[in-house]
């Protein structure tokens, strides 16, 4: 059965799915960048159904100010309260629930890296962990070297740039930002979520879409222990049915560790 409720968070109205089962192992969902609780192409709420469908209780919330949530969106950064709500709302709703397991993709992953711990949740599993603050308009230097390398051995790439159809103005900006990437303060956002995930020891899992610009960038810089998943897709989403079914699968297979 699939339930709508609300809990509250810092004097503000916080909307929520759960998809009742009677596992006692339960999943919360936490939503990534201002997508609401029911996913990208719905994605987030079949899963739900599916999981709920095999005896795993599923939570899903929109954060303060996206969707049908109050409150002002101040960024996943400032998401550890309603996380923190969220999870005690779960075990309200699913008394029968003794263990809980997070799931997020992009900043939600990073959310529960940072926050995870905060709200009592005993493992997370995080999609595209977003480990880069942007500042401007083109993709994480990471994802550039990578597309920049593949693209240099493509002859079209070359024919192109004869036929005057390649942006040299574009190409400069994103060598520039290759090369500034290398002198950035070690006091970042990357080194926090790292960090954080570092702390998670054997409870955390992660799942990368190799062609993922997000995922790219973080499997640059991460050099922890966790067990990670890769899908060759450039799906940041995980969008389609065969991305859906591997997502599943990689879920199952990290609720099911120990």
């Excluded at 101040?74 to 309260?81: G, R, Y």
């Excluded at 960090?195 to 499997?219: Q, S």
């Amino acid at each position: 059965m699939r339930t709508l409720m609300a809990f509250a968070c810092e004097g503000e109205s916080l909307a929520a799915t759960l998809d009742e089962a009677d596992g006692s192992t339960g999943l919360l969902i936490v939503s990534g960048g201002n997508e609401i609780r029911s996913g990208a192409h719905r994605g987030m709420a079949m899963l739900a159904h599916q999981l709920a469908a095999a005896g795993t209780p599923v939570f899903r919330y929109d954060r303060r100010g996206v969707g049908d949530s109050t409150g002002d969106n101040n960024s996943f950064l400032s998401a550890e309260p309603d996380l923190v709500a969220a999870a005690a709302a779960f075990r309200r709703a699913a008394p029968r629930m003794s263990r809980l397991i997070g799931f997020g993709n992009c900043d939600a992953a990073s959310t529960l890296a940072l926050f995870g711990r905060s709200a009592g949740i005993d493992r997370i599993i995080v999609a595209n962990p977003w480990v880069v603050q942007p500042v401007d308009d083109i993709p994480p230097a990471a994802a550039i070297r990578a597309r920049y390398k593949s693209a240099l051995r493509d002859p079209a790439t070359w024919r192109r740039a004869l036929k005057g159809q390649v942006s040299f103005t574009k190409l400069l900006r994103g060598l520039r930002k290759v090369v500034a990437a290398k002198t950035e303060e070690r006091a970042s956002l990357a080194t926090n979520v790292l960090t954080a995930l570092d702390g998670w020891h054997d409870d955390a899992a992660i799942v990368l879409a190799n062609g993922d610009a997000t995922a790219i960038a973080f499997a640059a810089r991460y050099r922890g222990g966790a067990k990670v998943t890769r899908f060759d897709t450039a799906s940041h989403s995980f969008a389609g049915a065969e991305n859906a079914a591997a997502l599943h699968a990689a879920i199952v297979d990290g609720m099911a560790q120990e």
